[in-house]
Structures are given as C-alpha cells and as structure tokens.
C-alpha cells in the first residue's frame, strides 16, 4: 500500500512514530509530494547528510536559491560562514552561572506548584511551563527585566512557520511573529547592560555591528530556540515521567541521571526534523537525488531506529551507548545542548522529590505542529 505522510493529520500529531516506523522500513527515501522534499528517516542516513555539509547544505544559497538578507542569520549558514559567530555565542554562554540559573529556574517551578490548591485540576503547560521556560530564557540571554506581554503568541507563530512547507497558510503567521520578535530583540540589545548573552555577544564589538540584521537574526533564532524547546521538553518531561513512575524512583541509585537525560531527549526528540540541500547529485539506496533538490532529515525516526537503539519505544535509562540526534549532530549541533541537558537533570531530580505529589487529571493534547513536537495542554492534579 501507497504511503501517504500528512505530518499535520491528527493521527500523525497523536502518534507520529507509526508514520514514522513505516517510512523507515518500506521507503527509507521517501518523496513528500506536499514538501517537495526528501524525507529521510534512517538513523544512518540521517547522520550522513548531517554531518556531511559539503554535500548537503543548509544554506539554500549555495544551491542557486534566494534568501532576504533579513533573513540572513548563523543557522541558515554553512562553514566556514557560520564559524566565527558560533565560537563567539559558544564563549557566552561558557560565561554565564548556568547553575544559578538553573537553579533560579526550579525555585520558580517549585513555588508555581506549591501555590496550586490541592485537587483542582490545571494546565501545566499555560499555568507552570511557559512562566519557568520564558523567564528562563529570558534570564539566559540577558533581558529579565523587560519581560514580553505575549511572547507565547510570538513562539506559536515562529513555530507554525516551520511548518509552512507543509502548510503555506502559517507562513503569514510567522512573518508577522518575527517581526515582533526582532523589534524585541533590538529592544534587548539597546538595554544598557553586560548581562546574560546578549552583554557577552555585545562585549567588545562595536555598536554598529553588534546591532547589524545578522547578530540580532541570530539572536532571535537563538532566543525562540531557547523558550520553544525548553518549553516543550518542560511539559513532555513532566508527562512522560508521570506515566513512568516506577522510572523515577531508579534514578541516582541504579541509574545515572546523566545517562536518563540523554535518553528522554532521545525518547521524546522535540525537534522532529530539519532541512538541508543537496549541493550535488547523489544516490540513497538507489533512489537519485537531483542538485538543489530539499532533504528532510527526521531526527525524531532516527531516533527510534531499531537498528541502533534496542526496543525504541521503551523509554530505558540504562540505555548505553546513547549516540542520538535530538540535539542534531555536526555542524549545526544544538549550541544550547548543554544548557538544555542541564535543565532536563533538574527537572528529573524534581520530580523525583516530588512526584507523589502530581498525577495527570486528564487526557494531554499535542500542538498541531510537525517540526517542534509539543504538548498543548498537560493536564494536572497536586494531591496533598
Ligand atoms: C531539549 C532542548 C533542545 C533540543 C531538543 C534542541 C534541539 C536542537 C537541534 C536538533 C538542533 C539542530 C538543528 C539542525 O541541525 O538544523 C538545534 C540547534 C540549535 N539549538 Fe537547540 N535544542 C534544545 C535546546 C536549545 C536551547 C536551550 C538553546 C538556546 C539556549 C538552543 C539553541 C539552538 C541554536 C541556536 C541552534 C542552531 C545552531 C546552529 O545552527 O549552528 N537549543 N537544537
């Protein structure tokens, strides 16, 4: 039977890893008619086209494509282009106090949960996530104190815009979201301070070019990569460990927690994929592929590709070696992974503590989303 691949049907949004595991085995190099791409979902082949950027490019340019100079920025470009802003973003984020950050943040986890009333249900992702993950971020890059009002408005946007290959109606969406976003930006960068990334990325260069369309692209990039994934992973964290009690209590004893946060990015993966293009002909198990021709690559398929990781839809801590690609891999590997792992292990050792405490009052819901996997509504419950 035909694959037929709609990312945004709500059958793929309940439970993409059907579709997925089907593309893995019967068409490995799938064309997606609606995207006009490749669809890759191999762990191999996901890792090839990764970490081969002379070949595949994420630089639409270097395949003969245009690209707005506004929308310019580090992520959409190759080495060596992309090298110096990289190891300058690497350096300030080396010099901000991740853990007094981290730390701030579950200080704020545990106090929004301690004022919930007892048996009332509530949303975590509304109600607790997106206050923990935008303060968070916001504190990370510099601009705690100039809060947006809706900066949730400007996240769903960015993240429908994603999706607008698949669904070219979310583009306007997303146009006007980063604009938002970059009027934000300038906003934060004109803030008379050294704090955070944006102080660090600021420190020594000169205005001129600290303010210029690329540093502040890049930071915005930066920013809504930030709150949108440490959003979502706050709430799938929450979920799936709720649903896996008895996980919780192996922790720090049996289990390395290290070794348990690696495994729930790769069990949950919320990047599900990214794109790149080939930068001349080459051949996948037979099937052609044309110079400048689009390539999806799933991270969240390799994931759970069964002939690296043993039963993949277990959810195993002791998994070992864990070589995923929820963070990516290559040129491009996530710049805040670390942050992020660090993140993951305080909100383990949480709900460690504290897990008795919470049970889910109600069915949870995904977003309608197809490249960031992220839960719409999480409903809990506090037992005291
Ligand atoms: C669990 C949380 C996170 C996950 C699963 C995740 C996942 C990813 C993935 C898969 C990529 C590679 C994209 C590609 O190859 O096209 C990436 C890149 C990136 N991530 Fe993350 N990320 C997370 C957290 C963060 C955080 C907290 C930040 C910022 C503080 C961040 C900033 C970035 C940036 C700026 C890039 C682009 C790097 C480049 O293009 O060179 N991410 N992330």
Known sequence: MDIIYRPLDQGTIDNPHSIYD???????????????????????DCRFVLGNHELFARDQRRVGRQLPSSQVNMQIQDPPYLSELRIRLSDAFKRQDVQGLIMAARGRLEASLQRRPAQIPFDFMSEVAADVALNLSLRLIGAAGYPPTNYHGIFEGMARQMDSSIDPSRRRDGVAAASELRSLMHAWFAIPSNEGVIGAIKDGMPNQESSSDYIVNTMCGVFN????????MTGSVFHVMLENRHLIESLGSEISTDAAVEEVIRYISPAQGSSRYAVAPFEFENTKIRRGDAIIVLFAAANWD????????????ERSPNPHLGFGWGTHFCIGASFASRWVREVLSFLQL?????????????????????????PLIVNR
């Open 306 to 317: 069964p002939s690296i990781f043993t039963a993949p839809a277990k959810l195993a801590f």
């Open 354 to 378: 504290n897990y008795k405490a919470l049970s889910l009052a109600g069915i949870p819901t995904y977003m309608n989303m197809a490249t960031l996997r992220c839960l719409s509504a999480l």
């Open 22 to 44: 089907r593309l893995r085995i019967e068409a490995p190099v799938f064309w997606h008619d609606q995207t006009k791409s490749w669809v890759l979902s191999r762990y191999q």
């Open 225 to 232: 990569a930030c709150y949108s994934t440490l959003y979502a």
